[in-house]
């Protein structure tokens, strides 16, 4: 090995010294735009969405330009992506008594949403796209199990017909987590629009953003409208922003989740660059995974024409391997500024493993009482969450790196990032 080849890690010098940008997906395309949405609202004086001195109806047009670009016939803005599994939960009448499927790689506000409406989560293995293995979600069906809430993570869709499938000949409903989704496909169809239900996040890291903000979508009108009441004060409206009281099926209990008429005029301008933001992560990373070809394993897309690009994970044969190429990416200079989380080894990925998940594994609920002290529960309560209750994840996990890829990586960028991918590899993996 040259000089010119020394790892950076053992005095070699590094590819680069400057700091990638880091991973914040639609606040990099942020500009006047945006500045002139929230300034039309300010000038209205209107910045709940239902009523005031001069209504915008901007969270209305959003609603209506995001059902079209998923291609679905409904969609409700929220607060948060939080909210928005709390409400489409809600929807479907997930409570105590059920089970919900769920994958073990996840964020925590997934999970998080199962426990708070009184359920038991069931945990999925994954597959080596990883995705909710299909194949495990039927052998942990039971006559318990309510819905499926597959998890798209780091906006690639995994074997998502065949758990619809499967949903359908057990009679179950299937939620889409799009969290980390929003712009991505398979195959030309929008996630979001696979399943019977589907949730987005809008905060600071998602694809796109209004800091805060989330949407529930579906195209069943009855799901619709009872997500619309626990979304709101537990009732549906008219056209003109009235509670609507006659509705038997809509009688609920709201939890005030809507969005404003400010993180609406956000998200419909952020709405319109959404592609250009995924276009330029999917192109980043596709040129990446192109170039070491070969050379270096990485995540199985099912369909790469409709990743949504913002994370790239590469597996190796073994653990000491990805734990070291994180040590000496870093060193090569393969950092985020400011603090950037990435590159990361995989197991320490915080909150989106289900092991790190502390009040998971040792079953806390939000109040005194659990779900799995509950009586209804009782048949559920021995369901274990310690690490080992997905192995083939836990294997995963074990070799893999993630790095994020920004939306606003150079040509330039990209090109260290190859170098010192390719540089590190031949290094370690001699």
């Known amino acids: ?37 929230v300034v039309r609202v300010c000038k209205s004086k209107t910045l709940f969405r239902y009523y005031g001195l001069d209504l915008q109806d901007e969270v209305s047009k959003l609603e209506h330009e995001f059902a079209a670009y998923i291609g679905t016939k409904y969609a409700l803005a929220v607060s948060s992506g939080t909210a928005a599994l709390q409400v489409a939960l809600g929807a479907l009448g997930v409570g105590p008594g059920d089970e919900v499927l769920i994958p073990g790689y996840f964020w925590v506000a997934t999970v ?7 359920a038991i989560p069931i945990l999925v293995d994954c597959d080596d796209s990883f995705n909710m293995d299909p194949d495990d979600a039927a052998r942990k069906i039971t006559p318990r199990t309510k819905a499926i809430l597959v998890v798209h993570m780091g906006g690639v869709i995994g074997r998502i017909n ?5 949903a359908r000949r057990h009679d179950l409903r299937v939620v889409e987590d799009c969290a980390q989704a929003c712009g991505a496909s398979q195959h030309g169809v929008k996630a979001g629009s696979l399943g019977d239900m589907a949730i987005f996040s809008f905060q ?12 529930v979508v579906t195209n069943d009108p009855h799901l619709y409208q009872r997500a619309f009441a626990v979304h709101d004060l537990g009732y549906p409206r008219s056209e003109a ?16 989740c809507r ?16 592609d250009r933001i995924v276009g330029a992560m999917r192109s980043a990373k596709n040129r990446i995974k192109q170039a070491l070809s070969g050379v270096l394993t990485f995540r199985e897309v099912l369909d790469p024409a409709g990743d949504g690009g913002s994370f790239l994970m590469t597996v190796f044969p073994t653990r000491a391997q990805s734990v070291k190429f994180v040590e000496a990416l870093r060193a090569e200079g393969i950092v985020a500024d400011k603090g950037g ?26 109040s005194a ?9 009782r048949d559920s309560a021995n369901v274990s969450y310690a690490k080992g209750a997905c192995p083939r994840l836990d294997d995963l996990l074990g070799r893999t790196v993630l790095m994020c890829v920004a939306s606003v990586l150079t040509d330039q960028d990209v090109d260290d990032i190859i170098k010192a991918y390719g540089k590190v590899a031949a290094a370690i993996l001699e």
């Open 112 to 118: 998080g949403a199962v426990v708070r409406s009184g």
């Open 369 to 377: 009482v659990s779900p799995w002290d509950l009586a209804e529960n």
């Open 341 to 366: 989380f990435y590159p990361v080894h995989m197991d320490q990925w915080g909150l989106h493993i289900y092991y790190n998940v502390a009040s998971l594994v040792n079953k806390r609920g939000v």
């Open 162 to 166: 065949d758990i619809v499938e499967l």
């Open 241 to 256: 922003g009235r509670l609507i009281f006659d509705d038997p099926t809509s009688q609920l209990w709201g939890i005030g």
């Open 204 to 215: 600071m890291n998602k694809h796109m953003t209004s800091g805060e903000g989330g949407m």
């Open 259 to 274: 969005m404003s008429e400010l993180t609406g005029a956000v998200a419909r301008v952020q709405l319109r660059k959404l």
């Open 1 to 37: 090995m040259t000089m010119s080849e020394k790892l950076a890690l053992e005095g070699g010098g590094p590819v680069r010294t400057k700091p990638l940008p880091q991973e914040w997906c639609g606040a990099h395309f942020m500009d006047h735009e945006e500045i002139d949405a």
